[in-house]
């Protein structure tokens, strides 16, 4: 399985988020700091403040914050609303399979039960096990010093 890039975008932008959750973020900050394209954010922060997981605030005193607390977002609902209902392979995917073994085929539910077993190991993360006791973490998720002239 190959998670796509808006989904990678999503967690770290929820991570960000998390880990600023005292202040409002700007995408300009979390473009800068988590190493993202301004263009992909926009997409991902617009797709994750329609389903809950953001509030977006605009002017020039607005910004970006968790939904929800931390704690309440499941990593695995995260990847399941970006990624939606991708087929991992044809069969698993619409009505248009010509695959003779379909009805009997043993990879297919054994794909399934893997597939079941991946989300089910990222429900049990958290967002805020993400981003708790990591010093390290904190340092790149910190907000950029002010240089000054």
Do not use: W
Request: aromatic fraction near 4%.
């Amino acid at each position: 399985m190959r998670i796509t890039k808006r989904t990678n975008i999503a967690v770290r932008l929820l991570m960000y988020c998390a880990a600023n959750d005292d202040r409002l973020v700007t995408k300009a900050e979390i473009a800068e700091r988590c190493n993202i394209s301004e263009n992909h954010l926009a997409q991902v922060i617009n797709q994750l403040s329609q389903r809950g997981f953001l509030n977006t605030h605009r002017g020039r005193r607005g910004g970006i914050a968790l939904a929800r607390k931390a704690a309440d977002i499941r990593v695995g609902d995260v990847f399941r609303q970006v990624e939606g209902a991708v087929p991992i392979v044809e069969c698993f995917g619409d009505d248009q399979d010509t695959c003779p073994q379909l009805k009997i085929c043993r990879l297919r539910t054994a794909l399934s039960d893997a597939t079941q077993a991946f989300f089910q190991a990222l429900d049990e993360v958290t967002l805020d096990a993400l981003v708790s006791d990591g010093n390290e973490l904190m340092d790149i998720m910190s907000p950029a010093p002010c240089v000054r002239a």
